[in-house]
């Protein structure tokens, strides 16, 4: 075992007893939620994979470690200290190096799951393709990440902050299926649909997990990403939704916000203008997603 890993008592016992494990992600603590609903969010969603049968494993890199599966005080510091570092795939030689924290994206998580053994991976949402990607060249390192490392990450899709028409010709390129979960076209995150249609809809966990199974016994290296829609209760309106986003872009644009820094920006900035309403719709998708992930971890490492 790679010697920066620090497996949590948690993951160890399951790696032994051989019971199915499911990685989840930290940038969606400390960079995309506010306190104190993300730590909630975070010890709730690793509840709902427990009583679904898997064991969960929160990744985050803490002072020079990967850590896979966190304490309750982990997950606290987290979600409260201000100087945790965006993490993805450039910045962990740096951060494993120095000693340093660092809350790891989709691309990062997916590493780290991979190093660990961890095959499925919960999140909200991955990052794309973004609008003007032509121009700006900003389109996040989860795509190259789905298209090498063998992990499949359920998601509620992705937000209309990116191009989500750019975003699948990329995956398809690549060669990442796009798994639709009882669905037919790409869920936009806070709606249940996009104009834009899933490489494959499925019906059932089993399904998603035969279906990985058959990509990487084909040694077809690379993720998958299987996306589910939010709950329909908790679905926003499409067009109030739309308009927020697209005000938060253009301030993104007056303000100059570049790099790794947009998705954070325009994510604060959606929550924000939506008082409350898009932080809401977040945990109900990402639960959804917590119950989904072990269901396909269970019928991938027990059938
Ligand atoms: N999109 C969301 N919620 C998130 C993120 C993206 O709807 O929390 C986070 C994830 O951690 C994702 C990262 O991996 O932002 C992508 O950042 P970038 O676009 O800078 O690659
Ligand atoms: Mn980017």
């Known amino acids: 075992m790679n010697h920066y890993l620090d497996l949590s008592d948690e993951v160890q016992k399951a790696f032994h007893s051989q019971q199915p494990v499911v990685a989840l992600e930290s940038t969606i603590i400390s960079h995309g939620m506010p306190y104190p609903q993300n730590v909630e969010t975070a010890r709730e969603v690793e509840q709902i994979i427990r009583d679904n049968g898997a064991v969960p494993a929160t990744i985050a890199i803490l002072d020079g470690k990967i850590k896979v599966g966190l304490s309750d005080e982990e997950l606290n510091e987290l979600g409260t200290r201000t100087d945790i570092a965006k993490a993805s795939r450039k910045d962990l030689p740096y951060l494993l190096a120095n000693q340093k924290s660092g809350a790891t994206t989709v691309a990062a ?125 908790t679905a926003l309106d499409e067009s109030f939704i739309n308009r927020i986003i697209d005000d938060a872009i253009s301030q993104a644009k007056r303000r100059g916000v570049t790099g790794k820094d947009v998705t954070p920006f325009l994510l604060s900035e959606v929550n924000r203008q939506t008082e409350g309403k898009s932080l809401e719709a977040n945990i109900s998708l990402i639960k959804s997603n917590a119950e989904l992930g072990a269901r396909v971890a269970v019928e991938y490492y027990l059938q």
């Open 109 to 233: 998580t997916m590493i780290c799951a991979e190093l660990a053994g961890i095959r499925l991976f919960v999140t909200g949402g991955i990052g794309g393709v973004h609008r003007e990607a032509e121009t700006t060249m900003d389109i996040s390192a989860d795509l190259e990440e789905l298209a090498q490392s063998n992990v499949g990450v359920i998601c509620a899709g992705a937000k209309s902050i990116l191009d989500l028409g750019l975003t699948l010709e990329y995956l398809e390129t690549k060669g990442v299926p796009v798994i639709g979960y009882q669905t037919e076209t790409l869920p936009a995150f806070f709606t249940r649909s996009s104009p834009y249609s899933v490489h494959f809809r499925t019906e059932s966990p089993k399904q998603i997990a035969d279906t990985l199974k058959a990509k990487w016994e084909l040694g077809l290296e690379g993720g998958a990403v299987i996306a589910n829609p939010i709950p329909e209760n």
